[in-house]
């Protein structure tokens, strides 16, 4: 079974400053996706960034990033020019390729401050 | 678009009574998929459907009974609550399974108590 751990359960920054949040996970897949979701005070669940386990390449989208280390199975998010608006849950989460199943990691709460 | 769409937001339930979360999607997507997010914990699957007809227990499907009713609509049951339950519970949808291209998008969540 897959696992994904979130090691800060809770993380602060400045604004415009940079934070990195930390997943890893344990798999003996070969081929699988790995995602950040960001989950704001409204509750709402919104995909951040998506990574193919294949791809070399670390995945961008504007000014979130990920650090993909795939023989240390490592998968962390770094969010560059922190707004106020990124306060929020941010969840790791893996799943394999072909499968239905996307397994979460606990989440970490990261706060923005002015 | 209203992309997935999940009803009642609160419900406050006794113990023993029983409740049907609704759920409606408007993407045309294949699969869809009920969550719980406890405190903790992060998001587990309790059931999924990869297509109209087609039902699947998760993680965590104890105490539940799902229905595709259509392509569109997906509802959880709990026949028989218990505290054990109180919980916020998301729905969610994606067109295909297992892929980067489909991810999940989720509906707004609802939170239920079991008193």
């Known amino acids: 079974a897959q696992t994904v751990t979130q090691s800060q359960p809770e993380m602060s920054v400045q604004e415009a400053e940079t934070v990195t949040l930390s997943c890893t996970y344990d798999t003996s897949e070969s081929n699988y996706y790995l995602f950040w979701y960001k989950q704001p005070p409204s509750r709402q669940m919104i995909l951040v960034i998506r990574?193919?386990?294949?791809?070399?390449q670390n995945a961008t989208e504007n000014r979130f990033s990920v650090n993909f280390q795939k023989a240390a199975k490592s998968f962390s998010l770094k969010i560059s020019d922190s707004q106020l608006g990124d306060t929020a849950m941010y969840f790791c989460a893996f799943m394999k390729v072909g499968s239905e199943k996307l397994v979460f990691g606990k989440g970490t709460k990261l706060t923005v401050n002015p | 678009n209203a992309g997935v769409t999940q009803t009642p937001k609160f419900q406050v339930l006794k113990t023993g009574q029983s409740m049907t979360l609704q759920c409606a999607q408007d993407m045309n997507h294949n699969s869809m998929y009920w969550y719980r997010q406890d405190p903790g914990m992060g998001l587990r699957l309790i059931y999924y459907s990869a297509s109209e007809g087609t039902t699947d227990k998760g993680e965590v499907p104890n105490g539940y009974n799902v229905s595709r009713l259509n392509k569109r609509e997906f509802s959880l049951r709990l026949e028989s609550a218990a505290p054990s339950q109180t919980s916020v519970y998301f729905c969610?949808?994606?067109?295909?399974?297992?892929?980067?291209?489909?991810?999940?998008?989720f509906g707004n969540g609802t939170r239920l108590t079991v008193t």
């Open positions: 969610a949808s994606s067109w295909a399974k297992g892929s980067t291209n489909s991810p999940l998008h």
């Open positions: 990574q193919e386990a294949y791809k070399q």
